[in-house]
């Protein structure tokens, strides 16, 4: 058990179109005894918007919330969306390294936030606090075939003087977590390449081949499921991938899923505590393929037996013409 209490900041996404995500989250995390309290009256955190229009503005509403932490007592807090996590980094960055912004920043607020929370991704949590001992001592079930691509997204580890976690080039925490779990993981060239972000919209056709591309290398490094850690990048990669079948004459079907409904999976969670049902491209084939360790143990080991038995091949001597007389 984790000897420390968090805080959870959901975020408006998560209370949304990802509720799968807080679902999955909430319940591995109770999975790893991990102690989490969500702040009262917490609002949004300004997210991608907010800094576009001033970026005073978008601390405050990032240091509102880390200021509610404060207030019960926490100094770390939880939190899934990495959109949500980079505006309370942005702001504590901010306000730690300039007096002047951060004076500028508590006159907005009806309480002052002092800079004594940090945020942390679930990820870094899980990895870093956690352990991966723990998510290992944890698994109760196999996903056999299953081989799944980390992907990371373009915020969740950079910039890395503000992210201050993992390799901003080439991150491993996902790979390891869900390796721990038993999952193979595939190495996979595009884990930080844009899949559009929040232009899905607004400039549909780049999305369409950020998304193709990503989805493509999936593919190309042996994955049939991506797992993700982002609301946004879980939307595109699986809301859209009829979109990008449709547009980019490609027939994707790969599922995307949230890291930790991979992880409930293996826990013996069921689909629907986890929100399975609310993948656009079915997951059914994962779930479907789900035993429990001692059932892939006797398959491994009738295997080992059945290999033993098969004859060795002789091996054939290659037959030596004699020398001819010179």
């Given at each position: 058990?984790?000897?420390?209490?968090?805080?959870?900041?959901?975020?408006?996404s998560l209370e949304?179109?990802?509720?799968?995500?807080?679902?999955?989250?909430?319940?591995?995390?109770?999975?790893?005894?991990?102690?989490?309290?969500?702040?009262?009256?917490?609002?949004?955190?300004?997210?991608?918007?907010?800094?576009?229009?001033?970026?005073?503005?978008?601390?405050?509403?990032?240091?509102?919330?880390?200021?509610?932490?404060?207030?019960?007592?926490?100094?770390?807090?939880?939190?899934?969306?990495?959109?949500?996590?980079m505006a309370f980094?942005?702001?504590?960055?901010?306000?730690?390294?300039?007096?002047?912004?951060?004076?500028?920043?508590?006159?907005?607020?009806?309480?002052?936030?002092?800079?004594?929370?940090?945020?942390?991704?679930?990820?870094?949590?899980?990895?870093?606090?956690?352990?991966?001992?723990?998510?290992?001592?944890?698994?109760?079930?196999?996903?056999?075939?299953?081989?799944?691509?980390?992907?990371?997204?373009?915020?969740?580890?950079?910039?890395?003087?503000?992210?201050?976690?993992?390799?901003?080039?080439?991150?491993?925490?996902?790979?390891?977590?869900?390796?721990?779990?038993?999952?193979?993981?595939?190495?996979?060239?595009?884990?930080?390449?844009?899949?559009?972000?929040?232009?899905?919209?607004?400039?549909?056709?780049?999305?369409?081949?950020?998304?193709?591309?990503?989805?493509?290398?999936?593919?190309?490094?042996?994955?049939?499921?991506?797992?993700?850690?982002?609301?946004?990048?879980?939307?595109?990669?699986?809301?859209?991938?009829?979109?990008?079948?449709?547009?980019?004459?490609?027939?994707?079907?790969?599922?995307?899923?949230?890291?930790?409904?991979?992880?409930?999976?293996?826990?013996?969670l069921s689909p629907?505590?986890?929100?399975?049902?609310?993948?656009?491209?079915?997951?059914?084939?994962?779930?479907?393929?789900?035993?429990?360790?001692?059932?892939?143990?006797?398959?491994?080991?009738?295997?080992?037996?059945?290999?033993?038995?098969?004859?060795?091949?002789?091996?054939?001597?290659?037959?030596?013409?004699?020398?001819?007389?010179?």
């Amino acid at each position: 058990m984790v000897d420390q209490k968090y805080a959870y900041y959901a975020g408006c996404s998560l209370e949304g179109t990802a509720s799968e995500y807080d679902a999955s989250m909430r319940a591995v995390l109770k999975e790893l005894d991990v102690n989490f309290r969500e702040p009262d009256d917490w609002s949004c955190c300004g997210s991608t918007p907010a800094h576009t229009v001033n970026h005073v503005f978008a601390a405050a509403l990032a240091a509102r919330n880390l200021a509610l932490v404060e207030k019960i007592g926490l100094n770390t807090i939880i939190t899934p969306c990495p959109s949500c996590m980079m505006a309370f980094k942005k702001a504590q960055y901010g306000m730690t390294k300039s007096e002047s912004f951060k004076n500028e920043v508590n006159e907005l607020l009806d309480e002052p936030y002092e800079c004594s929370v940090e945020s942390k991704s679930a990820l870094q949590v899980i990895y870093e606090d956690i352990g991966l001992d723990a998510v290992s001592r944890r698994v109760t079930h196999a996903l056999p075939g299953l081989k799944a691509a980390p992907y990371y997204g373009c915020i969740l580890n950079r910039p890395p003087e503000v992210a201050k976690f993992d390799d901003p080039e080439n991150p491993i925490s996902m790979d390891k977590i869900l390796s721990s779990a038993g999952v193979e993981v595939s190495d996979f060239a595009f884990k930080l390449e844009c899949c559009g972000a929040a232009f899905g919209v607004a400039k549909r056709g780049m999305v369409n081949q950020l998304t193709y591309k990503v989805l493509s290398m999936a593919l190309d490094s042996g994955a049939n499921c991506i797992a993700v850690a982002c609301p946004l990048c879980q939307q595109n990669l699986d809301l859209r991938q009829g979109q990008v079948n449709s547009t980019m004459g490609s027939g994707f079907n790969i599922p995307i899923l949230y890291f930790t409904q991979i992880l409930g999976l293996t826990y013996g969670l069921s689909p629907k505590v986890l929100g399975m049902e609310k993948l656009i491209v079915s997951a059914d084939r994962i779930i479907r393929s789900r035993i429990t360790v001692e059932e892939q143990k006797k398959i491994k080991e009738a295997e080992a037996q059945a290999n033993a038995k098969k004859p060795e091949k002789k091996a054939v001597k290659e037959e030596t013409k004699p020398e001819e007389n010179e």
